[in-house]
Every structure is written in C-alpha cells, then in structure tokens.
C-alpha cells in the first residue's frame, strides 16, 4: 500500500513538515517539523500511529523549530541530521532570535544521515541523497516514487543561496543531481506545492538546460 503523505504548513516561514505515514502497519515518521510541534505531535496521535523517526532535511530554523514539541510526545523517535549540518542546528535558537522568534534549542540529532544511506518506514525505502548548497548537510530522501528535497528545489524556484554556510557552485552540482533523477518521481520541497522533476526539467529556470538528453537514463 502506498504511503499517505500530509503537507502541514508551519510557522512563520510556512515550511512544510510532512506527517509519513505507512497505513497499514499504523507508523510514522516525519519530515522537516519546522514549528508548531506540539500541534504536529496530536495530529499524529489522533491518527493512533506510532512516531518512529524525525527526518530533517537541513539544519535551519523554519525545518528543526519545531522537534522539541514533536519530542514532548513521542521521546523515543530518533532524530536524523547530516554532520555538516551541525554548525546551523546546533545555534538554531540563536538564528532564530535574530528573526524575533523565540524557539528551543532542539535535542541533539541521534543519527546522521550518510551518502546512500536507506532508512525505511515498513516496506517503504528513503535513500538518503546529500545535496549540498543551500545547506552544507542538506539531504534529499528518495523513495520509488517521490523524494522529500527540503529547500533544494521548488516548483518554479530554488533555494537561497546567499545565506551563511550556503554555496552557490555546491548547489549547481546538487541541481544537476536532480536534473537526472527520473522523470515521474514527486518532489515534496519545503515550502510550497509539490512537483514532478519532470515538470520541474520542463518550466522551473533554474533546471532549464539541464535535462538528460533524450533517451538518456538515470
Ligand atoms: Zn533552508
Ligand atoms: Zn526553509
């Protein structure tokens, strides 16, 4: 059975966590629980799954503010940030103030996330894909058929890369990684409506001249 996929827009940057969740074995994991966590945590437990995992894409405040109300409730669901990300998570409530923004600091990660690493909700399989630009540590998690790509990519758009750690030639190389994924597979991104690569190769300027040529397999 297909996963069910919840986009909940949280805080005031409106990013997305995304509530994953495996209908038949009634588990969970989420993506990105970037504020509001509490709130996200009781919409969990009305749905009666269990919360095994918290998957973070990247290390900033609008993606991590929200773990420690997440945490209050299900204290057990390990947390999953790249290394090269702990210079950003690590000060997150510090960014967060200079955005007048009051937040907890988030626990630290439990694990992190590794190059082709496979983490699995039941028998659904992430590989872990690490694209760096926007966020030094920034991940990709891709499943058969979608891939949470956090501030990467956007439908139409990209992610800043003017901010502290970012590295704009880092996320040239990140983009064209995207560029050759398949064609079919659902971007959920961070902020914003889902996409398809395939549209995404076809009207988003940022990918333009980065297609496969025709014929061409990932
Ligand atoms: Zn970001
Ligand atoms: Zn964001």
Do not use: C, K
Request: glycine content about 8%; charged content about 15%; cysteine-free.
């Amino acid at each position: 059975m297909a996963l069910r996929i919840e986009a909940v827009p949280v805080g005031a940057f409106q990013a997305n966590a995304y509530l994953v969740i495996d209908e038949e074995s009634r588990r969970a994991a989420i993506v990105d629980p970037g504020a509001e966590g509490d709130a996200l945590a009781a919409r969990l437990s009305a749905t009666g799954v269990t919360l095994e995992a918290i998957w973070i894409t990247h290390g900033h405040l609008d993606h991590v503010g929200g773990i420690t109300g997440v945490r209050r409730t299900f204290p057990d669901a390990p947390i999953w940030l790249h290394a090269a990300d702990r210079p950003l998570y690590d000060n997150v409530a510090a960014q967060a103030l200079a955005y007048g923004i009051p937040m907890e600091s988030p626990p630290p990660p439990d694990r992190a996330w590794n190059e082709d690493d496979v983490v699995s909700l039941a028998s659904h399989d992430f590989r872990i894909v690490h694209l760096p630009g926007h966020a030094p540590g920034h991940v990709a998690l891709v499943g058969s058929d979608m891939v949470f790509v956090g501030d990467v990519v956007f439908a139409g758009s990209i992610g800043r890369t003017d901010l502290p750690l970012s590295d704009p030639h880092a996320m040239q190389a990140s983009l064209a990684r995207i560029a050759a994924w398949a064609p079919h597979l659902v971007l959920h991104p961070g902020h914003g409506p889902s996409t398809t690569v395939a549209v995404e190769l076809q009207t988003n300027p940022f990918l333009a001249g980065m297609a496969r040529p025709l014929g061409a397999r990932a």
